[in-house]
């Protein structure tokens, strides 16, 4: 499965991703992210964060044509950029636009070709070698007026999906929602299937730095003012 970082590739010296096959993703694997049940009562705020495979050459009929964001996140290397092509101008168009280029090394002009990993550790991977980049994606999240807001990578599975993650784990959403959320993606790529298993490195890591405050602080650099200010945003009062 192009744009796969999960541990299925694992005994492969390489993987090789088909640009063509990731331009018909285009919209799908759309999905809000409000909803979720958090801590204390409380729930995810509807309509304010969003997540998408890539949104460039969108079908007409596609509703993120009509979503009114402010800050539009593409997780997407470089290549794949240059490739698939950036966002659709209607959905880019007075969009704060950032591209946050995580995996930019894996990628060259034949695809995804990076080492595979060890096996069922792909998304943890994807956390901890790109330690910057999710502290700019998450100081990003902190700022105040950027919502509604959209990120999303090239299939909106893995990249996208360990942001995800780590996003509600942040807001108080259980792990159960967490992975549920996760796994919706599945729907779209039904050969490809992500597992639960693939996020559990990613919560022990979390788990063994004492807790998702202290991991974004002590692991990926950010300060308690930043989590209070995604968690005044992101959560009904």
Known sequence: ??????????????????FEL??????????????????DGRRVRRNHVYRSSHLAELPPESPLHSLELRTLV?????????????PAHTVRSGVRWEHIPIGDQWFNDRGYTR????PGR???????????????????LAERDVYPLLF???????????GAAMLLE???????????????????????????TQLTPVFETIDEAGGIDAFMREVLGLDAKHLEAIRTDLLED
């Open 22 to 39: 990731l331009r018909t993703l285009a919209g799908r694997n759309f999905r809000d992210l409000g909803g979720h049940p958090a801590a």
């Open 170 to 196: 942040v807001l108080g959403v259980g792990r159960e929602h967490i992975v549920a959320d996760f796994l919706e993606s599945n729907a779209t790529f039904p050969r490809d299937l992500l597992t639960p």
């Open 122 to 140: 792909a998304h943890l991977e994807l956390v901890m070698h790109f330690r910057e980049d999710w502290q700019r994606f998450f100081k990003l």
């Open 74 to 86: 593409t997780l997407q290397s470089r290549m794949e950029v240059k490739h698939i092509g950036p």
């Open 152 to 162: 999303h990578c090239s299939a909106g599975r893995d990249r996208t999906g360990v």
């Open 115 to 118: 080492r595979a990993s060890e």
């Open 1 to 18: 499965m192009a744009d796969s970082f999960d541990g299925s590739h694992a005994q492969k010296p390489e993987v090789v991703v088909d």
